[in-house]
């Protein structure tokens, strides 16, 4: 059941009432960045905050399943 449903929501339907129900090509491409990953380029939604002097980056990209040991990572580490 998805939350409009329920009768839930944050945003009354009112307000929604101009937001596509689908984005087109153009505006998800506008949206979209790909990063590197150990598994291949990736692509996926940019950062939605875009800083002037700090680009927003992944210290750890995707990975398949089973790519990292299963320990906590050092203090500090990226």
Do not use: C, D
Not at 16 to 30: C, D, N, S, Y
Not at 46 to 68: C, F, I, K, M, N
């Amino acid at each position: 059941m998805r939350v409009e449903e329920a009768g839930v929501s944050a945003v009354p339907a009112s307000a929604l009432a101009h937001v596509p129900v689908e984005f087109g090509e153009a505006e998800l491409e506008a949206w979209s960045m790909v990063s590197q990953t150990p598994s291949g380029p990736l692509r996926h939604l940019r950062p939605v905050v875009q800083l002037s002097e700090t680009p927003a980056y992944w210290a750890r990209p995707s990975v398949p399943l089973g790519y990292h040991r299963p320990e906590w990572p050092a203090r500090g580490a990226a």
